[in-house]
């Protein structure tokens, strides 16, 4: 008699048991999780070329608007590795879902919100929605692929990123130019739900699910650490003088102590302190701190000088952009060879030097043309620093800290990303003399404005090629 065999079920998601399958399905579930990566990625720049529309329409301060900005950066900041270990614990698919599902719900309450105020607390859910989103992306890649393919998928992860990078600005510059539906600035975040629906459907037919170690979440942490960075960067855009901010800084460095020791006595902390005392991590913290907050508060600055100064529409905006987008994904490609860091911050100053002297010396009709050149060349420095730049600091840790160092770096990448759009924009502000988008203010007050935080932006890209400098000198040392 001959013996019947039955194969194992297999759990829900996971990848065919024939080669080619498996092979096509884990394509798929790859296209779904940087469905939603682009998502969450062009939600953050989609909205630079929107805020002067939005502070238009909501009668929106200059302040509010900023952290219309920087509360999605700030909460997707403090939040991104409580995200991961959330996936590590419950499983990174059903995270992932869940992430997905809430980021979608945020956007439809930002599109609806009928206030600044509002939709500024709408934003930070999105971002802290994005927290629990993301950081299962590269778990999930590292889970179902291994070798070539695995090479292959972070490959196509890194260009998502920089066709994110060039299609928020341009597709944030065309929803408000055809206004769909009479959505106005409000389309920019109703275009997540078609998205995050496809993107929902077939991740949840095709990602596996994986867990990793059950860490303990560090809450007390993340609260600290999200105090003390409201403390720091609410002050400044607020406005409210120069009393504001110093009682602020102290209140962060109070806040940020009492971290500190709370972390030294967490068996799972947010933060290992011992990273702290490697010196490859905290010299590649302050480069990735300087040049993300350079490049944050520039890009939504220069929106408000095109379009509030130079009278441009969203759609121009979001086109004048674009050369700098392409640019970056081009040169990122390059990023890995030896040397390009230096290279990208010698572009990158030579690019912002350019628009400080097209700002200051060239008359309003003629600026656009003048700008694309220079813009052009700060993308193209800023692919090269970007693209090797995470990789470069982590390659100088202890092995056995690498997944925490990545975690860190991360956090501070978005940190500087809402810091610069905090600081700087104060900068602008005040340089300015006048709320940024009021009638009455004249295209010289914004090249003025514009002038000194570009050369803001001039100084943390010098900073951030003598810290590169330095990283390499000591290396070769």
Do not use: K
């Not at 409000?186 to 739900?193: E, G, K, P």
């Amino acid at each position: 008699m001959t013996a019947v065999t039955t194969q194992p079920s297999r759990p829900v998601g996971a990848f065919s048991t024939t080669a080619d399958a498996s092979s096509t399905r884990r394509w798929v579930a790859l296209a779904a999780v940087l469905l939603a990566t682009f998502m969450g990625l062009l939600d953050a720049s989609v909205v630079t070329v929107s805020v002067p529309s939005i502070q238009q329409d909501l009668h929106a301060s200059f302040g509010e608007v900023q952290f219309v900005s920087a509360g999605y950066t700030l909460a997707y900041a403090i939040g991104l590795v409580t995200g991961g270990r959330l996936g590590d614990r419950y499983g990174r698919r059903r995270m992932f879902l869940m992430g997905v599902v809430l980021f979608v719900l945020a956007s439809v309450a930002c599109a609806a919100a009928p206030s600044a105020s509002v939709l500024i607390a709408t934003r930070v859910a999105q971002g802290l929605a994005a927290a629990v989103m993301l950081p299962q992306v590269l778990s999930i890649v590292q889970h179902a692929f291994t070798g070539p393919a695995r090479a292959t998928a972070l490959g196509l992860y890194g260009a998502t990123i920089g066709v994110a990078s060039i299609a928020g600005q341009i597709v944030g510059g065309a929803l408000l130019s055809w206004n769909p539906l009479d959505l106005g600035w409000r389309s920019a975040f109703v275009v997540n739900v078609p998205i995050g629906a496809v993107a929902l459907v077939v991740a949840s037919r095709t990602v596996p699910e994986s867990r990793g170690a059950r860490a303990r979440l560090d809450l007390p942490g993340a609260g600290l650490l999200a105090l003390a960075l409201v403390a720091l960067l609410l002050p400044p855009v607020l406005d409210q003088g120069w009393p504001t901010v110093v009682a602020g800084l102290a209140a962060a460095v109070v806040l940020l102590t009492v971290f500190v020791r709370v972390e030294r006595r967490q068996g799972n902390p947010l933060i290992p302190m011992r990273l702290l005392t490697q010196r490859p991590l905290t010299r590649g913290l302050l480069t990735v701190l300087a040049f993300y907050a350079g490049n944050a508060g520039f890009f939504l600055l220069l929106a408000y000088h095109l379009q509030s100064g130079l009278g441009q529409s969203p759609l121009s905006s979001g086109l004048i952009f674009a050369p700098l987008g392409i640019a970056f994904a081009v040169t990122s490609l390059a990023g890995r060879r030896f040397g390009a860091l230096g290279l990208g911050t010698i572009l990158m100053a030579i690019g912002l030097a350019g628009v400080l002297a097209v700002v200051l010396t060239v008359p309003e009709g003629s600026q656009v043309g003048w700008l694309l050149p220079v813009l052009t060349l700060v993308g193209a420095g800023q692919g090269l620093v970007a693209a090797p730049l995470i990789g470069t600091v982590l390659a100088g840790v202890d092995p056995a800290d690498a997944g925490a160092a990545s975690g860190v770096l991360l956090t501070a990448t978005q940190t500087a990303n809402a810091a610069g759009v905090a600081l700087i924009g104060g900068l602008f502000a005040r340089a300015l003399g006048n709320a940024p988008g009021s009638p009455g203010v004249s295209f010289a007050m914004y090249a003025h404005a514009t002038a000194v935080t570009t050369a803001a932006a001039l100084v943390l890209t010098l900073a951030t090629g003598l810290l590169v400098r330095n990283r390499s000198g000591a290396a070769t040392a």
